[in-house]
């Protein structure tokens, strides 16, 4: 396995009695899109501005391709683009510009990030609105700049902090497609999100976060599996024929001709189940999948759902 | 050293008070044009020449100190203020840029809008009053380095106030009495005994006298401790500054 993209070992921090991060432990591989996933408060974004240099930490390290983000800042921060969660607001000058100048800060001279920021602008649907100021921008194209300017460098990793807080559905799908193509072309994403299902969709990994602490880490799918509970339900034409042996191996309810398994993937044993019941020659009038998802896996494991 | 991203941030600092010049340059003209007519021509009358020098032509130097000093103050505490209530800071402290880089950057930027103003008003005084430059070269590097040192130290201020109000205050109760306080509008020699010692430990007291040396030849410091005193100013306030910006004292958790 070679160096991983982000390497965050043993992170705390505390605001005075207020514990932000507890021994927070994260590894991310390089081309992996992760989620950070928790409610407000949970450390989210105290880790990411720690990983960036925005917060000083209390303990731990945190390294970006093997290199401490501290130590040898400008190799880590040139890395890295960031899309915070707050918009920034500049009166003075077109978003175009703020693009070159944020180019600028990393080094690259505007006649070299011409390119690049013509093209974010372009695919980001800003090509329109380059003299304007940020104040003239609807919401949703503000927090389109603020994922051009994380890019405007061309970082190997980007990190976006809530990207979709606050912008209707199509421009959520839009973004996620756009996310997707960029993890496609090898960069490595952390996402912050309160959206499962932004977490299910995108990320390759996510890691669960409460009270500064880590409480589970892996694919969305194992965990679901794993700490999830889903159901089936089964309705028949009638349960004549139907031998109870044959469903010893599952938990499931009866309500008259209605059948209701609770499995933990249900893509697996939902055709077992079929399979079971037409050989003892019931006739399946209509199935009902509820998947279980990361929500269900936050509540088995914090007892509370994630927004609240 | 990150120059592309130093020489980035001083051409947006200069940039940003560039686009808003009728808040930034113009106002220090029109005051001064306002000063030369309302207390040059009318006290003028009464004061005619303060060491040999008419009054109108006496007083210019000290608005030329008080326009550079006041001007490079503001840009660089109002910049770095209105960047952390704006949430422009992280931009910066998230980029491949030392705090000795982000420092410098908004010095010099500062430093800019101090010497405009300061040499427009050296202009504004050549030309509407016929006012004669004795050492140029000495006057222009005057107002460099109080340009210089004063930006640093509204960079000091921004980095500590966390409110307008907090940055008006410094301004308003330090700064400008101050300036009136060091000799813009006298001689110390027209003070009583007890306010002369105290004008002795006003720094922009040496400022002013020293320009006033340097255009008019006539000073009521040694010139020697005037330069003095600006060399240690510029020297102190970059260094203070720089310091602060690299513990990031308030602009970091």
Redesign the interface.
């Given at each position: 396995m070679g160096t991983p993209a982000i390497d965050i070992k043993g992170l705390t921090k505390s605001y005075g009695e207020l514990k932000a991060l507890n021994g927070v432990n994260i590894s991310i591989k390089k081309g992996e899109f992760f989620g950070l996933l928790g409610p407000n408060g949970a450390g989210k974004t105290t880790t990411i501005n720690i990983l960036t240099g925005l917060v000083f930490k209390e303990s731990g390290s945190t390294k970006v391709f093997g290199k401490d983000t501290i130590k040898d800042f400008r190799y880590t921060r040139s890395k890295i683009g960031i899309a915070a969660q707050e918009f920034s607001v500049d009166w003075f000058f077109p978003i175009e510009k703020l693009l070159f100048f944020q180019a600028g800060y990393y080094g690259i001279k505007p006649k070299d990030a011409k390119a690049l920021v013509d093209s974010l602008l372009n695919r980001l649907g800003l090509s329109s609105k380059r003299n304007s100021r940020l104040r003239q921008l609807s919401g949703g194209m503000k927090r389109r700049f603020q994922i051009a300017k994380a890019l405007v460098h061309d970082p190997e990793i980007l990190i976006l902090d809530e990207p979709t807080a606050g912008v209707d559905v199509e421009l959520r799908r839009d973004l996620w497609k756009y996310l997707q193509d960029l993890h496609s072309r090898g960069k490595t994403i952390l996402l912050t999100t309160h959206y499962i299902e932004e977490a299910e969709l995108l990320c390759e990994n996510v890691a669960i976060i409460d009270n500064g602490k880590i409480l589970k880490m892996g694919a969305p799918k194992e965990l679901t599996r794993e700490l999830g509970e889903a159901g089936i339900t089964v309705v028949l034409e009638n349960l004549n024929g139907l031998n109870k042996k044959d469903l010893e191996n599952y938990k499931y309810t009866n309500d008259k001709n209605r059948l209701h398994f609770s499995v933990k993937d249900p893509d697996e044993e939902l055709p077992k189940i079929i399979r079971i019941l037409s050989n003892s020659g019931l006739h399946i009038q209509k199935i009902e999948s509820n998947k279980s998802s990361l929500e269900d896996v936050f509540l088995n494991l914090t007892g509370k759902g994630i927004n609240g | 050293m990150?120059w592309?991203?130093l020489?980035?941030?001083i051409?947006?600092e200069v940039?940003?008070f560039f686009?808003?010049y009728r808040q930034t340059v113009l106002p220090g003209l029109i005051t001064t044009a306002l000063y030369i007519a309302i207390f040059g021509f009318t006290l003028e009358q009464r004061i005619s020449e303060i060491q040999g020098v008419p009054y109108t032509m006496f007083i210019l130097p000290g608005l030329i100190m008080m326009n550079t000093l006041t001007n490079a103050t503001s840009n660089t505490a109002s910049s770095m203020l209105q960047m952390k209530l704006?949430?422009?800071l992280?931009?910066?402290?998230?980029?491949?840029?030392?705090g000795l880089e982000i420092a410098l950057a908004y010095i010099i930027g500062g430093a800019v809008r101090g010497m405009v103003n300061g040499i427009l008003v050296l202009l504004l005084g050549v030309f509407l009053i016929g006012m004669p430059v004795n050492n140029l070269f000495g006057t222009l590097m005057f107002i460099f380095l109080v340009s210089w040192a004063f930006s640093s130290m509204g960079l000091l201020l921004g980095q500590l106030a966390e409110s307008w109000d907090q940055l008006a205050m410094m301004q308003n109760f330090f700064l400008t009495p101050l300036s009136f306080l060091g000799g813009i509008f006298y001689s110390i020699k027209m003070l009583p005994d007890w306010a002369q010692t105290l004008s002795y430990i006003n720094p922009i007291y040496y400022m002013i006298n020293g320009i006033r040396y340097t255009v008019l030849g006539v000073s009521d410091s040694e010139v020697e401790i005037s330069i003095l005193m600006a060399i240690v100013l510029t020297i102190g306030f970059t260094l203070a500054s720089i310091l602060l910006m690299q513990s990031?004292k308030k602009i970091?958790?």
């Open positions: - | 990150n592309v991203g020489n980035t941030l051409k947006r940039g940003r686009a808003v704006l949430q422009q992280p931009d910066l402290l998230t980029a491949p840029l030392s990031g970091k958790n």
